[in-house]
C-alpha cells in the first residue's frame, strides 16, 4: 500500500496574531481533551475506510501544538501507531511556539516519538514581534533551541517572517544572522502577507502601523537570504525554504510534489485514493462530524485532469528541482512538454526553465518571474 503524509491540525492558541488567518481559537484550552478525543475518533474511522497505510511523514500544525502536554502528545502518537503503520524513519514534525515550550514539555514530546520541532521565531527584533501580536520575545526564541537541543531535538527549523511593518533591509539581515548563529537544520523565511479580513489588514489600511517595506526592499531582503543562507551551508529547494544537506522538509515535499495526504482536525485538507476533502473550520461543527463516524466531508468539487496537471506544475515549480516529467507522464499519460509545448519551449530558450534529467525545473531567473510563467501556463 502505498505511503501517505499525516497532517494533524492542534487550532489552540494563547491569543491571535494580528496577521493570523489560519484556523487558530484563542482561549480555549479547557477544550484540548475533548477535541482530541474527536481527532482520535476521526483518525479510526478514515483507518478504516482507507485502510491501514504507511506513514512517511507526519505534522502537528496548528495553531499552536505546543500548548498540548506531554501526555496529550502521547496519547495523540499511540492512536496513531494504532491506525496506521508509521515508518521507522518517519519524519514526525510539531511547530511549536517560543512562548509556550517547557523542558519537560520537550523532553515529552521527543519520547512520544516527535523529531524535528519548527520554531514560529518570525524575528528576533522585540519591537517588530510585538507589533505583529506575538506573545513571545527573542531571548525566549534562543531559549526554545536551546531547550529544544536538551531535549534531543537534532532536526530543528526556524520559521521568519520578512516584509513585516517597519522593518529594514538591516533589521532582517540581523534577524536572519542570529537565526543562523543558533544553527538550526532548516529555515523557512515567508514573506509575510496582509490577509483580508486580519487585524493587521485593518491597521494597513488606517495608517496605524508602520509603513511594508517596499518592493525594492523585499528584492534586497531576499538577495541577502540567498547569499547568508548559502554562505552558512543552506541549500534553498524551495522559493521560501532553506536546508542543510539531508533536512529539506520531506512532509511540504509531499504537498509541492501533490502526493498523498491525510488531513485530520478542524480545516484540515485531504488528497487521498483520487479524493479531495476537507473537515469545517468551526471546530464545534467538526466535533459533531466526527461523532457521526462518517467518512463524508466536503469535497473541493471535481478537479479534471487539466486542473490536477496545472496544479502539479504550479507546485513542483515551486521546488528547485522543479517537476517530475516521468511521474507526470505516468500519471496524466502526457508529458509536460506535450501539454504547454509552446511555453515550456519559450521559457527554455529565454533561460527560465531547464531540464536536468527527469526534472523540468525554473532557473534562479525563471523563478523570480515563476507567477508570469504559470500566468501564461493557465
Ligand atoms: S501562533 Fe500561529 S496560529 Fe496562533 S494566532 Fe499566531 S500565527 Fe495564528
Not at 466535533?287 to 485532469?305: C, F, H, M, V
Request: charged share 25%; net charge negative.
Amino acid at each position: 500500500m502505498e505511503s501517505i503524509s499525516l497532517y494533524i491540525h492542534i487550532p489552540f492558541c494563547v491569543k491571535k496574531c494580528a496577521y493570523c488567518d489560519f484556523t487558530s481559537y484563542p482561549g480555549q484550552l479547557a477544550q484540548r481533551d475533548r477535541y482530541l478525543e474527536a481527532v482520535c475518533r476521526e483518525m479510526r474511522t478514515q483507518a478504516a475506510f482507507f485502510g491501514r497505510r504507511p506513514v512517511k511523514t507526519m505534522f502537528l500544525g496548528g495553531g499552536t501544538p505546543t500548548l498540548l502536554s506531554g501526555e496529550q502528545v502521547r496519547a495523540l502518537m499511540e492512536a496513531v501507531r494504532a491506525c496506521f503503520d508509521l515508518e521507522p524513519d518517519a519524519e514526525i514534525t510539531m511547530e511549536g511556539n517560543p512562548g509556550t515550550l517547557t523542558a519537560e514539555n520537550l523532553r515529552a514530546y521527543r519520547a512520544a516519538g516527535v523529531n524535528r520541532l519548527s520554531l514560529g521565531v518570525q524575528s528576533f527584533d522585540d519591537a517588530l514581534l510585538a507589533g505583529i501580536g506575538r506573545i513571545h520575545t527573542a531571548a525566549q526564541a534562543q531559549e526554545a533551541v536551546r531547550m529544544a537541543r536538551d531535549a534531543g531535538f537534532g532536526n530543528l527549523n526556524l520559521d521568519l517572517m520578512l516584509g513585516l511593518p517597519g522593518q529594514s533591509v538591516q533589521q532582517w539581515t540581523q534577524t536572519l544572522e542570529q537565526a543562523i548563529a543558533l544553527s538550526p537544520e532548516h529555515l523557512s523565511c515567508y514573506a509575510l502577507i496582509v490577509e483580508e479580513g486580519t487585524p493587521l489588514c485593518g491597521q494597513v489600511e488606517r495608517g496605524e502601523c508602520a509603513p511594508l517595506p517596499d518592493e525594492d526592499a523585499l528584492c534586497r531582503m531576499d538577495e541577502v537570504t540567498e547569499r547568508l543562507t548559502r554562505e552558512a551551508g543552506f541549500a534553498r529547494y524551495e522559493v521560501s525554504n532553506y536546508a542543510r544537506p539531508g533536512f529539506a522538509c520531506r512532509h511540504n515535499i509531499v504537498y509541492w510534489s501533490c502526493g498523498p495526504y491525510l488531513g485530520l482536525g478542524c480545516a484540515a485538507h485531504s488528497d487521498l485514493a483520487g479524493r479531495r476533502f476537507y473537515n469545517p473550520a468551526n471546530w464545534e461543527a467538526y466535533l459533531q462530524t466526527t461523532q457521526s463516524g462518517s467518512t463524508q466531508r466536503e469535497t473541493e468539487g471535481e478537479n479534471t485532469p487539466q486542473d490536477r496537471m496545472f496544479e502539479r506544475m504550479m507546485m513542483g515549480l515551486r521546488m528547485t528541482r522543479g517537476v517530475d516529467c516521468a511521474r507526470f507522464a505516468r500519471d496524466f499519460g502526457r508529458t509536460p512538454q506535450e501539454v504547454w509545448p509552446r511555453v515550456i519551449e519559450r521559457c527554455q530558450r529565454d533561460g527560465l526553465m531547464e531540464r536536468e534529467g527527469e526534472f523540468l525545473r525554473l532557473t534562479p531567473r525563471g523563478m523570480q518571474v515563476m507567477n508570469s510563467v504559470l500566468v501564461e501556463m493557465l
